[in-house]
């Protein structure tokens, strides 16, 4: 029974997922069904919440929309999310950003995080005394 269950949902899940964390701001394309029209609109903001796993997966977006806080659930295998982009990875130390909620202006801001690559290129050289 549990095996023909994950057979089933592991047909649902979605191929070509990005990997994003919490903090990162990413890009959703969501598909929305208008009387007899379907348009795709775009949600940028702070990822703040994942939870779940397989079919269940979801992810929970915020943004700051003409001054007021506005928070979305994607569910992550949903045909209605078309794309997720990943714009810029964020530095965090929480695996849950509640905390953005209550705060804002600057003190919202996320810091960026750095590859590898990053930090090797923007190193000063060693200075070397002159004999």
Do not use: C, W
């Not at 964390?21 to 890009?27: A, M, S, Y």
């Not at 990822?47 to 506005?70: A, C, L, M, N």
Request: charged residues 35%.
């Amino acid at each position: 029974m549990h095996r023909l269950i994950r057979v089933i949902e592991e047909s649902q899940l979605k191929k070509e997922i990005p990997q994003f964390n919490i903090g990162d701001t990413i890009r959703v394309s969501v598909r929305v069904e208008e009387a007899d029209k379907t348009r795709t609109q775009m949600f940028e903001g702070i990822v703040i919440k994942r939870q779940g796993s397989g079919v269940r997966e979801s992810f929970t977006v915020r943004r700051i929309s003409f001054g007021e806080g506005v928070e979305r659930n994607f569910p992550l295998h949903s045909p209605t999310v078309q794309k997720v982009e990943l714009v810029r990875s964020g530095k965090v130390r929480r695996s849950k950003l509640y905390y953005l909620r209550k705060s804002s202006g600057k003190r919202n801001r996320i810091e960026e995080e750095r590859s590898k690559k990053e930090e090797k290129v923007q190193s000063p050289a060693p200075a070397v005394a002159a004999s």
